[in-house]
């Protein structure tokens, strides 16, 4: 299964864009909008809950449905804008609601993580006003979703420039879309 995780908020949002363009190449998906979710930061009582559920291995409560659906994907997409010099807060939000010990993640004996997700590849897409530094939005996806997820190879997608003055935002965007056209 195709997994499509949208963190986009904008109806006609161009990071989306660019996200459909690629999965047209991989046919059918499955989508998850984390602006339509009642995600919520884990407080307290939610982490405590979840451990109680870990502990007994009762990995068949609801708490764990989207990390079930995230480890079980073969294909990940994930769209989100660069803003404020990052990704939007609803992603992280996700990362940490999926973040499932025993489901996407585990520890061996020296306390390392071993990642558990069957995906053999997640496909980054994004776009921003300005110039785009990958450091503080798909290096953090990078490196977790190597080195705690399992998920060995990665992709970034992305168009920049888009609002600066004299760009032509239709004609960056058409390019990138043109490239994902002629590599998938």
Known sequence: MVLYINACVRTESRTD???RALLDKFGVFEEVKLTSMEL???NEE???YRAAQIKKQNYNDSIFKLSKQFAEASLIVVSAPYWDGQFPAILKTYIENIYSIGIVTKYNENGRPQGLCKAKKLYY???ADGRYNQRFSFDYID???KNMF???ETELIYAEYLDIEGSDAEEILSKVISNIDEMY
Do not use: C, E, S
């Open 125 to 127: 897409v994004t776009t």
């Open 143 to 145: 490196y977790l979703v």
């Open 150 to 152: 399992g998920i060995k």
């Open 40 to 42: 919520k930061p884990l």
């Open 17 to 19: 864009r660019l996200a």
């Open 46 to 48: 939610r982490l405590d």
